[in-house]
Nanobody, 124 residues
C-alpha cells in the first residue's frame, strides 16, 4: 500500500508563499502522475495541478496558473507544490495524490493513492 504524507501547510498572509511537500513510500509504477488537489471549506475537492513522472509535463488549473508550480524528485519519491502570491480563496486543505497517467489530470477519481492533507490558511 502506497502511503503519502503531506507537509508544509500553515498560516500565511495574502501575497505570501508556501511550499507543500508530499513524501511517498516506494511504489511499483514507472509511469505515474502526481496530482495536487484543493478542498475549500464546504466545497468539493478540485484539482489544481498535475505532473507527469514520465516527461515532467505539468498541468495547472486556471485559478493557480502562474502562481503555483509543481515539481518532483522522483529518485526520492518526494513531490512539491510551490505556491506563490497566495490569495484568501486558496485557503483549504491540500492533498497530494498519485496514480497511473489519467485521462483528466484534475479528476480525483483518476488517482489511486491519497495523502491525509495539509491545511493552508491565507489571511487577507
Amino acid at each position: 500500500q502506497v502511503q503519502l504524507l503531506e507537509s508544509g501547510g500553515g498560516l500565511v498572509q495574502a501575497g505570501g508563499s508556501l511550499t507543500l511537500s508530499c513524501a511517498a513510500s516506494t511504489f511499483a509504477m514507472d509511469d505515474y502522475f502526481i496530482g495536487w488537489f484543493h478542498q475549500a471549506p464546504g466545497k468539493e475537492r478540485e484539482g489544481v495541478s498535475g505532473l507527469s513522472s514520465f516527461d515532467g509535463e505539468t498541468y495547472y488549473a486556471d485559478s493557480v496558473k502562474g502562481r503555483f508550480f509543481a515539481s518532483a524528485d522522483n529518485a526520492k519519491y518526494t513531490f512539491y507544490l510551490q505556491m506563490n502570491d497566495l490569495k484568501p480563496e486558496d485557503t483549504g486543505v491540500y492533498y497530494c495524490a498519485v496514480g497511473p497517467p489519467p485521462r483528466d489530470a484534475f479528476d480525483p477519481d483518476e488517482y489511486r493513492y491519497w495523502g491525509q492533507g495539509t491545511q493552508v490558511t491565507v489571511s487577507s
